[in-house]
C-alpha cells in the first residue's frame, strides 16, 4: 500500500509541476455540438483562452484545420515561445463514433490519445473544445478547455456564454488563462 501511495504522490507533484488543471472525481460529461459538421471548422482558429496544460507554453497560439480523410482532420498547432522561436505541433482529429461526430480523439505528436469534445460552435466565429482524463480508477481527472475564434479577438459576450457552458460542465473557468493574440507582439508568426 505504501508503494501505491509514492507512485501516486510522485506522479501527482510530476503533473502539477507541469501545470496542468486536476479536479477530484471522474471526468464530467459535458452536453456536446450537436448535428455537428466535422467539415465546417476547417482553416485558421486563433486560440483566446485555455486551461494550461503541459502541451502549450507560448502565446500566440493558431491552429489550422484541413480535411485528411472522410472522419479525420489535420491540425498543424503553432505557438510564439518566450525565447522568440516558433513552435509547431501537428497530430489528428479522428470521429470515434459517427453518430457522435462532436466527440473526437486528438492525437499530437509524441502524446497519447485524448479525448477533444466539441461544446460548442458557430463554425465562423467560435469554438469550445473540452477535453478530460481520468486517472486512479476516477480518484482525479485532468481537464484541457480551449476557446477559439476566427479572429484574433472575440466579444465579450461570446466570451462569458462559453464560460457558461464551462461552468455549467464544473469546469472551473477561474484558471482559464488569455492567450497573447497582439498583432504586433505576435508579428512573428505571420513572417
Given at each position: 500500500?505504501?508503494?501505491?501511495?509514492?507512485?501516486?504522490?510522485?506522479?501527482?507533484s510530476?503533473?502539477?509541476?507541469?501545470?496542468q488543471?486536476?479536479?477530484?472525481?471522474?471526468?464530467?460529461?459535458?452536453?456536446?455540438?450537436?448535428?455537428?459538421?466535422?467539415?465546417?471548422?476547417?482553416?485558421?482558429?486563433?486560440?483566446?483562452?485555455?486551461?494550461?496544460?503541459?502541451?502549450?507554453?507560448?502565446?500566440?497560439?493558431?491552429?489550422?484545420?484541413s480535411?485528411?480523410?472522410?472522419?479525420?482532420?489535420?491540425?498543424?498547432?503553432?505557438?510564439?515561445?518566450?525565447?522568440?522561436?516558433?513552435?509547431?505541433?501537428?497530430?489528428?482529429?479522428?470521429?470515434?463514433?459517427?453518430?457522435?461526430?462532436?466527440?473526437?480523439?486528438?492525437?499530437?505528436?509524441?502524446?497519447?490519445?485524448?479525448?477533444?469534445?466539441?461544446?460548442?460552435?458557430?463554425?465562423?466565429?467560435?469554438?469550445?473544445?473540452?477535453?478530460c482524463?481520468?486517472?486512479?480508477?476516477?480518484?482525479?481527472?485532468?481537464?484541457?478547455?480551449?476557446?477559439?475564434?476566427?479572429?484574433?479577438?472575440?466579444?465579450?459576450?461570446?466570451?462569458?456564454?462559453?464560460?457558461?457552458?464551462?461552468?455549467?460542465?464544473?469546469?472551473?473557468?477561474?484558471?482559464?488563462?488569455?492567450?497573447?493574440?497582439?498583432?504586433?507582439?505576435?508579428?512573428?508568426?505571420?513572417?
Amino acid at each position: 500500500m505504501k508503494t501505491v501511495q509514492v507512485i501516486f504522490l510522485t506522479l501527482l507533484s510530476v503533473l502539477t509541476v507541469s501545470a496542468q488543471i486536476f479536479a477530484r472525481g471522474r471526468c464530467p460529461h459535458p452536453a456536446v455540438q450537436e448535428n455537428f459538421d466535422l467539415s465546417r471548422p476547417l482553416g485558421k482558429w486563433y486560440e483566446i483562452q485555455r486551461l494550461p496544460n503541459i502541451l502549450q507554453k507560448g502565446e500566440c497560439s493558431t491552429s489550422i484545420l484541413s480535411l485528411k480523410s472522410p472522419g479525420v482532420i489535420d491540425i498543424l498547432n503553432r505557438e510564439l515561445l518566450a525565447n522568440g522561436t516558433i513552435n509547431t505541433m501537428t497530430g489528428l482529429f479522428k470521429v470515434k463514433d459517427p453518430s457522435e461526430p462532436a466527440k473526437l480523439e486528438a492525437s499530437l505528436e509524441n502524446y497519447p490519445p485524448g479525448p477533444y469534445w466539441v461544446l460548442s460552435t458557430d463554425y465562423d466565429g467560435h469554438s469550445l473544445g473540452f477535453g478530460c482524463t481520468d486517472f486512479f480508477f476516477g480518484v482525479f481527472h485532468a481537464e484541457y478547455a480551449y476557446i477559439l475564434s476566427r479572429e484574433p479577438t472575440l466579444p465579450q459576450e461570446t466570451l462569458k456564454e462559453l464560460h457558461r457552458i464551462l461552468t455549467s460542465a464544473g469546469v472551473d473557468v477561474d484558471f482559464l488563462t488569455n492567450t497573447n493574440q497582439d498583432e504586433a507582439f505576435c508579428s512573428a508568426m505571420n513572417q
